[in-house]
């Protein structure tokens, strides 16, 4: 089982929005709609940001949000904030019952 | 407040066993799928295996099949990963996680501090 690829980095500027992507195959993140999203500053234990594709656990702000086209799922950060410099990584589901973490992206907020 | 408390790491020579063990509190444990997530030095994440609430069902990653266990005791708030055979590439830092979602464990909304399992001669 691949993992689903995710751009290396991403960066932006406080208050803009950047999208990051996570694309695997229709036996992963196309076949159901079971991707999440995790956030991981250094030297911490990830935190769970989305779930479902699009849902947010309680205690997560809003500008965070997911959405799904196909065999790609995407993470939007609306207002970047410097707090949301860190690594993102996506999670699937898949057809052989397992799951699998896509390569992750560092987020430099500029 | 929920807490899960992994130990059992540290160093072990290529082709030895390890036993992680990870103690969960302040939730309904044996109401919960739990998960071993892995994640080499400088690396990214990978999934190594979770298991059903009442230990019926167990899942793994194709690269530790038949080498590692999952179990766990619900009387004794208690999941476990046995390690065996172990390899250079086994070295990570292993995190037991709460599946958030109640179907599969296919996310985690609680992860413990992680413990470092190194293999190395």
């Known amino acids: 089982q691949s993992a689903p690829t995710q751009p290396a980095s991403v960066s932006g500027s406080p208050g803009q929005s950047i999208t990051i992507s996570c694309t695997g195959t229709?036996?992963?993140?196309?076949?159901?709609?079971?991707v999440s999203w995790y956030q991981q500053h250094p030297g911490k234990a990830p935190k769970l940001m989305i779930y479902d594709v699009s849902n947010r656990p309680s205690g997560v702000s809003n500008r965070f949000s997911g959405s799904k086209a196909g065999n790609t799922a995407s993470l939007t950060i609306s207002g970047l904030q410097a707090e949301d410099e860190a690594d993102y990584y996506c999670?699937?589901?898949?057809?052989?019952?397992?799951?699998?973490f896509g390569g992750g992206t560092k987020l430099t907020v500029l | 407040e929920v807490q899960l408390v992994e130990s059992g790491g540290g160093l072990v020579q290529p082709g030895g066993s390890l036993r992680l063990s990870c103690v969960a509190s302040g939730f309904t444990f044996s109401g919960c799928w739990m998960t071993w997530v892995r994640q080499a030095p400088g690396k990214g994440l990978e999934w190594v295996a979770n298991i059903r609430e009442d230990g019926s069902d167990k899942y793994y990653v194709d690269s530790v099949k038949g080498r590692f266990t999952i179990s766990r005791d619900n009387a004794k708030n208690s999941v476990y990963l046995q390690m065996n055979s172990l390899r250079a590439e086994d070295t990570a830092v292993y995190y037991c996680t709460r599946a958030y979602s109640s179907w599969f464990a296919r996310n985690f909304d609680y992860w413990g501090q992680g413990t470092l399992v190194t293999v190395s001669s």
């Open positions: 229709s036996s992963d993140v196309g076949g159901y709609n079971y």
């Open positions: 999670s699937s589901y898949t057809s052989s019952s397992t799951l699998v």
